[in-house]
């Protein structure tokens, strides 16, 4: 095995870990891995249905999005600073809050992350299937699938490589977006003709219901900040690195996302005549013409169903990974093994990647984003809680500053995806809940009646 350094040596002392993975990932490394799994270009998937539920204020619902995030995102940073270990949320609430809260939190991320890549491929379906009918469905599920799969196996540094491409083709086309919508509303007086705040307020149609239940469709751009964190045992200064690429990564991406919708809402404001699933795509066209239309569907298939699909598998791959070595897992003995080449969880990935092809054939794109959005914004308010409960009342930290950072600032964020959580519809509620009685039971077993925890935390 490989020689620890002195940084990964401390990581193990305080997380109750052997470091298995490889470390290779810097600052940069990890914004770039966060904005792909938000994916710059995410505005494709959502816009429309977001314009049309929150009557053309989509610029409004993506700011709501960034600030119920921002808040969640330095709960992430601050957790990660003080256990910096792969499992994200599963880890965080583990540690911060109780064991087996930190297992249903895990266990509800994974009811996230676990379809997210099922989702991803069957939105580049979608789209291929605009420009290329007749092409099987089934083959474009597996190849996608296979693709994605047997990058990850082999290793984090070959997915990075590919997050870099993806990344600044991605980039290039929300340019070239916004500069044809500048052009097309402010020097040819198209779509509203020029500079409004519609997009963020219209007076007497801003209704709060209403804007939890467009943000709850929003929302869905923004997950997988989050997923930064479960990349800590490979990365060099896990405390000083993952949290701020966190903040940071989200802060960029809020800004991709808004000024996005901002320019669509302008360019085509009459939100009710948009196609909730090709709506963005048909505003594309309509202010750069058939190549850049036909370029964003493009580089939206590779991107979403290859690069963001890449990102989050390998994201959830860690979490089933850093929860099975816990023993917390059914076949926990096979999804924890690290392959002896790539140190990748390559067991965990590979599950991923049969259940991604299942998930994208049976699963419908509705009944999807409806699991993706429960899962993550149930997380995130265990997130923020136990931030509050390890600080604020296990350290008692308590004094003005930390009171602000400990206390208030968690329970903002609770309290604004709380909102959003609110905006759900009852199917939404019904499968959450089943998902998490079937984890309450499951917890209950693994751990003979809730009094076993992990071995690696009994010295923590």
């Given at each position: ?8 040596a ?8 052997t ?18 799994t ?16 929150s009557?053309?204020?989509?610029a ?11 808040f ?12 910096p270990v ?17 297992f249903?939190?895990g266990?509800?991320i ?13 939105f580049?379906?979608?789209w291929?299937?605009a ?9 474009i599920?597996?190849v996608?699938?296979?693709?994605i ?27 070239a ?17 020029g ?10 149609k ?6 939890a ?5 929003a ?7 989050d ?12 405390r ?29 404001p ?21 190549l ?30 850093t ?5 917390m ?5 096979f999804?924890?093994k690290?392959?002896?080449t ?37 997380t ?10 390890h ?26 995806i ?22 309450a ?5 693994k751990?003979?009646?809730y ?10």
């Amino acid at each position: 095995m490989q020689n620890i350094s002195s940084e990964a040596a401390s990581s193990q002392f305080n997380t109750g870990y052997t470091q298995e993975l490889k470390r290779t990932l810097t600052m940069k490394d990890l914004v770039i891995f966060g904005l792909i799994t938000m994916l710059p270009i995410a505005p494709t998937q959502v816009y429309a249905a977001a314009a049309i539920n929150s009557f053309g204020m989509a610029a409004l619902v993506y700011l709501v999005g960034i600030v119920a995030m921002i808040f969640t995102a330095i709960s992430y940073r601050k957790m990660s600073e003080e256990f910096p270990v792969a499992g994200s949320s599963y880890s965080f609430v583990q540690r911060g809050m109780n064991p087996h809260i930190g297992f249903l939190a895990g266990w509800t991320i994974v009811m996230d992350y676990l379809v997210v890549p099922g989702l991803l491929i069957s939105f580049s379906n979608l789209w291929l299937g605009a420009i290329l009918p007749d092409m099987p469905r089934l083959i474009i599920i597996v190849v996608f699938a296979a693709i994605i799969t047997v990058i990850n196996v082999r290793g984090i540094t070959l997915t990075k490589w590919a997050n870099n491409v993806f990344l600044i083709c991605q980039l290039a086309l929300i340019a070239a977006f916004l500069i044809c919508a500048v052009k097309f509303v402010f020097i040819d007086g198209h779509g509203i003709g020029g500079f409004s705040l519609d997009p963020f307020f219209q007076s007497g149609k801003v209704d709060l219901q209403l804007i939890a239940t467009a943000a709850s469709i929003a929302v869905l751009g923004f997950i997988g900040f989050d997923s930064i964190s479960t990349l800590s045992e490979e990365t060099v200064n896990p405390r000083k690195t993952v949290g701020r690429s966190v903040v940071l990564s989200l802060l960029l991406i809020g800004l991709l996302f808004m000024g996005q919708a901002y320019m669509a809402s302008l360019a085509h404001p009459d939100f009710s005549t948009l196609d909730p699933d090709m709506g963005y795509f048909d505003i594309i066209r309509e202010v750069g013409g058939d190549l850049l239309y036909y370029s964003f569907i493009g580089v939206g298939i590779l991107a979403v169903g290859i690069a963001n699909a890449l990102a989050v598998q390998s994201a959830i791959s860690r979490i089933i990974f850093t929860m099975s070595r816990d023993k917390m897992l059914p076949f926990s003995g096979f999804l924890a093994k690290v392959h002896p080449t790539y140190q990748t969880p390559a067991n965990a990935t590979l599950f991923i990647g049969i259940v991604s092809v299942l998930i994208a054939i049976f699963v419908s794109l509705d009944n999807l984003v409806m699991l993706v959005n429960f899962g993550a914004m149930t997380t995130y308010m265990l997130l923020n809680l136990s931030v509050v409960t390890h600080f604020f009342f296990k350290k008692k930290l308590r004094g003005l500053k930390h009171t602000l950072s400990y206390l208030l600032s968690p329970l903002i964020g609770f309290g604004v995806i709380a909102f959003i959580w609110s905006g759900f519809d009852a199917k939404t509620y019904i499968v959450g809940f089943t998902w998490l009685a079937v984890g309450a039971i499951l917890g209950f077993v693994k751990s003979k009646g809730y009094k076993e925890v992990p071995p690696a935390l009994h010295n923590l």
